[in-house]
Every structure is written in structure tokens, then in C-alpha cells.
């Protein structure tokens, strides 16, 4: 069974000049190759977006 993220939802004011930066933590260590981001939700209109996304461990 998939494990589940904990993060926050999206700023509906985020912009270039202060951008709506977010964090998501896993619940426990993830071992993968690929991993598959899905979009669920968006704040207004029919599109969605991410400007950029970092991998840390």
C-alpha cells in the first residue's frame, strides 16, 4: 500500500516575487526509482502548474 504524504495546500496570492514554496515529508523512508506526482486539486480555473521541484534526502 502506497504511504501518504503530509504537506499543506496551495497559496492562492504565490507569485514570482514571493513564491508559495512547500514541503512534503513521507511518513516513513521511501525506497524507489520513479515516483508518480498526481495533481488533485487547484485553487481557481483549470490549470495547475509546478515551476520547479527539488529532491532531498
Known amino acids: ?3 501518504t504524504p503530509e504537506g499543506t495546500g496551495p497559496d492562492a496570492a504565490s507569485n514570482a516575487a514571493d513564491p508559495d514554496l512547500k514541503g512534503i515529508n513521507f511518513i516513513a523512508p521511501v525506497q524507489a526509482r520513479y515516483f ?3 495533481i488533485t486539486s487547484r485553487v481557481a480555473g483549470n490549470r ?3 515551476g520547479e521541484l527539488n529532491v532531498m534526502q
Do not use: A, S, T
Open 48 to 50: 495547475v502548474g509546478i
Open 1 to 3: 500500500m502506497p504511504k
Open 36 to 38: 508518480r506526482l498526481d
